[in-house]
């Protein structure tokens, strides 16, 4: 059964940075997609960004141009990069993995998921 352990989130003022990681273990992490969602308090968890296995990224238009998706095979890691922070981006982020093909978009479309990472923008 494949884990996850997000791990680099934290608190931070609008426009500062930071870099999450999400470490996988008990699969052929190669063999998986992995995709960054978010669920901030009252709302649906939300799609945040995706990478394919021959890391093709694909981005929800809010985090365009300012977060970067991107994976180490060699070190069953996915991470985040997340630049310009917003108040607006403040949520439980998650990362999560699951074999193609799927709707990358969709929550239920994943087989396995972090705990989840707190991050805080303050303006």
């Known amino acids: 059964q494949v884990q996850l352990v997000e791990s680099g989130g934290g608190s931070v003022q609008a426009g500062g940075s930071l870099s999450l990681s999400c470490a996988a273990s008990?699969?052929?992490?190669?063999?998986?997609?992995m995709g960054w969602f978010r669920q901030a308090p009252g709302k649906e968890r939300e799609f945040v960004a995706h990478i394919s296995r021959s890391a093709t990224k694909y981005y929800a238009d809010s985090v365009k141009g300012r977060f970067t998706i991107s994976r180490d095979n060699s070190k069953n890691t996915v991470y985040l990069q997340m630049n310009s922070l917003k108040p607006e981006d403040t949520a439980v982020y998650y990362c999560?993995?699951?074999?193609?093909?799927?709707?990358?978009?969709?929550?239920?479309?994943?087989?396995?998921w972090g705990q989840g990472t707190q991050v805080t923008v303050s303006s």
């Open positions: 008990g699969g052929p992490f190669s063999s998986y997609v």
């Open positions: 999560a993995g699951g074999s193609p093909p799927l709707r990358i978009a969709l929550p239920s479309q994943y087989d396995f």
